[in-house]
C-alpha cells in the first residue's frame, strides 16, 4: 500500500515572518534521525584526520599508505551516489537508507576494531558505501516530506546547518578523543551514532518512491559510477603523489572518457540516471555549479588554514580545533538565518550574495602572516567566510530542487549530493597541492588563497548571469 509522503501543516503563527509551519512532533522525530544521519557522514570526513599519524604508527601504515585512509571512504561515497540515488528512487529510499545505515555502523565498528591496514582499509571503504546510500535517499526522504516552500526551506536550513557543524566539529572532536582515548574511539563515535539512528529510523520515516518502476538504466550506472571513480581516484593520489604519476593520467583519462561515454548513453536511453532535460534546467545547471564551488574551495580553504596554523604559528592541534570551533559557532548562526534571508530575497539571490561573501572574506586572508596576529584574522575571516558557505550550501540545494517533481527529487537531490562530495573531495587534490609543494609554505597558503579567491568571485558573478530571472511579457 502506497504511504502519503507529505507532511500536512498547520497555519503559520501570527507574527512569522516567513509565515513558516509549525513542525509537529512527528517532523521534528522524522527531522532529527535524517539530520543525525547527514551529521553522522560530514562528521566522518573530518574525525579522523587529527588521528593519522597516531592510526599509522599503531597499525603499521607509511606516511604515502596514510592518504588511503581518506581515498578509501572517498572513493565509494562519492562514485556510487547517483547511483543510489536512483536505486532509492526506483526501489524505495526508505528501505536504502536503512540499509546504508546498517552497513555504515557495521563498517564503523569493523573500523574501530581493525587489526591491520586491510581490515581498517576495508571499514572505511564499506564506511563510503554506506554514505552513498544514506546522504542521497536522506536528502530525497527530507525533500518529500517536508513541501516545497517555508517548511522545506527550514528543514534543509537545519540539515545544512549540521552538515557544516559535523566537518568542524570532527575537527575539534578527532584532536581530543585521539588524545583522551586513542585514534579508534574516533570511528567508535560513528558506531555510537549510528546505533543511535538505526532503531529510531523505521518507526519514523515514510516509505517513498516514484510511482512507475522503469528498467534501471545499467549502462549509465556503470559508466557515470566507474567515471566518478577514476576521477575521485585519480585526484586524491594526485594530492600526494602530484599529476606526474603513470596511475594518476591514466585514471584520469579513463574517467574523462567514461564520463562523456556516460552523456552519450543518457542522451539515448529511454529511462536514464540523469535526465538531461534536467540538466538544461538553468535552476538544476547553475544551481550545481555553485554548490561544486563552494564545497570545493571551502574545503580548500579550511585544509591550508590548518597546514598555517600548526606549521607557520605552531599552533597545537587543539588550540587549531579551537580556530575552528569559532566558525563552527557562527555556522550554527548563519543557519539559522539562512532560511529568514532566502525566504526574503530567494534562494537564487542568497546563492549569489552568499558566494560573494565568501570569494571576498577568504581573500582577506591574503593579509595573513608570520606574526601571532594573524591568528585573529585567521579565525575572523574563515568564520565569517563559513557563515556565507553554508548561506551558499542551503540556497543552492533549494535552488536545484525547487521545481522538480517528487518522482524527481531522487535524481535532483543525487545531483545535490554528488556535487557535495565530488566538491570535497577535488579542491585539496586541484589547489591545496599548491600549498604542500611550495618551497614556502607561507608563499604556498598565500597563492592557493588567492586563486580560492577568485575562483569564488568568478562563480558569483557567472551565477548572477545564468540565474537571472527572466522577466514576464507584459
Not at 599509522?56 to 572517498?74: I, K, N, R
Not at 517528487?406 to 535524481?411: A, K, N, P, R, Y
Not at 604556498?444 to 527572466?470: F, H, K, P, S
Request: charge should be positive; proline fraction near 5%; aromatic fraction near 6%.
Amino acid at each position: 500500500m502506497a504511504i502519503d509522503t507529505t507532511t500536512t501543516q498547520p497555519a503559520a503563527p501570527v507574527g512569522d515572518p516567513l509565515g513558516a509551519p509549525r513542525l509537529s512532533t512527528r517532523d521534528k522525530l522524522v527531522l532529527f534521525v535524517l539530520c543525525a544521519a547527514q551529521f553522522m557522514v560530514a562528521l566522518d570526513f573530518s574525525v579522523l584526520n587529527v588521528a593519522l599519524p597516531v592510526l599509522g604508527a599503531d597499525l603499521g601504515m607509511s606516511p604515502s599508505a596514510l592518504q588511503w585512509a581518506v581515498t578509501a571512504f572517498a572513493l565509494p561515497s562519492g562514485g556510487f551516489l547517483l547511483l543510489f540515488g536512483r536505486v532509492g528512487d526506483l526501489f524505495g529510499r526508505r528501505r536504502l537508507f536503512l540499509a546504508g545505515l546498517a552497513l555504515f555502523g557495521t563498517a564503523s565498528l569493523l573500523a574501530t576494531l581493525a587489526w591491520d591496514p586491510a581490515s581498517f582499509l576495508a571499514g572505511r571503504a564499506l564506511q563510503g558505501l554506506g554514505a552513498a546510500a544514506i546522504v542521497p535517499t536522506g536528502m530525497s526522504l527530507l525533500t518529500t516530506t517536508f513541501p516545497e516552500g517555508p517548511a522545506r526551506d527550514r528543514a534543509l536550513g537545519i540539515s545544512g546547518t549540521l552538515l557544516s557543524l559535523g566537518f568542524t566539529v570532527g575537527m575539534v572532536a578527532g584532536g581530543v578523543l585521539t588524545d583522551v582515548l586513542g585514534w579508534r574511539s574516533t570511528m567508535g563515535l560513528l558506531t555510537v551514532f549510528a546505533l543511535i539512528v538505526l532503531p529510531l529510523a523505521p518507526g519514523l520515516l515514510p516509505e517513498s518512491r516514484t510511482p512507475q518502476r522503469p528498467r534501471l538504466d545499467v549502462p549509465g550506472a556503470v559508466t557515470v559510477t566507474g567515471g566518478l571513480l577514476a576521477v575521485i581516484y585519480a585526484l586524491s593520489t594526485a594530492a600526494d603523489h602530484g599529476f606526474a604519476r603513470a596511475d594518476v593520467l591514466v585514471a584520469l583519462t579513463v574517467g574523462v572518457l567514461l564520463l562523456a561515454a556516460f552523456v552519450l548513453v543518457e542522451s539515448r536511453s529511454a529511462a536514464p540516471l540523469v535526465s538531461l532535460p534536467m540538466l538544461r534546467r538553468r535552476t538544476v545547471a547553475w544551481g550545481n555549479v555553485g554548490g561544486l564551488v563552494t564545497f570545493s574551495m571551502m574545503s580548500t580553504v579550511i585544509f591550508v588554514l590548518t597546514l598555517y596554523l600548526q606549521e607557520v604559528l605552531r599552533l597545537s592541534a587543539f588550540q587549531t580545533g579551537l580556530v575552528f570551533g569559532v566558525q563552527g559557532v557562527l555556522s550554527a548562526v548563519a543557519g539559522t538565518l539562512a532560511p529568514r534571508v532566502i525566504g526574503r530575497f530567494g534562494a537564487r539571490r542568497t546563492l549569489v550574495a552568499s558566494l560573494t561573501g565568501q570569494g571576498v572574506l577568504v581573500a582577506a586572508l591574503l593579509g595573513l602572516g608570520a606574526g601571532g596576529w594573524s591568528v585573529w584574522l585567521a579565525t575572523g575571516a574563515v568564520a565569517l567566510a563559513s557563515m556565507c558557505h553554508l548561506g551558499a550550501i542551503i540556497s543552492y540545494g533549494l535552488t536545484v530542487t525547487s521545481g522538480v517533481p517528487d518522482e524527481e527529487q531522487g535524481l535532483a537531490t543525487g545531483l545535490v549530493t554528488s556535487t557535495q562530495q565530488v566538491g570535497i573531495t577535488v579542491g585539496i587534490p586541484l589547489l591545496g597541492v599548491l600549498a604542500t609543494t611550495a618551497d614556502d609554505l607561507l608563499t604556498g597558503v598565500r597563492t592557493v588563497i588567492a586563486l580560492d579567491a577568485g575562483i569564488v568571485l568568478t562563480a558569483a558573478a557567472l551565477l548572477a548571469l545564468g540565474l537571472r530571472t527572466r522577466r514576464a511579457a507584459a
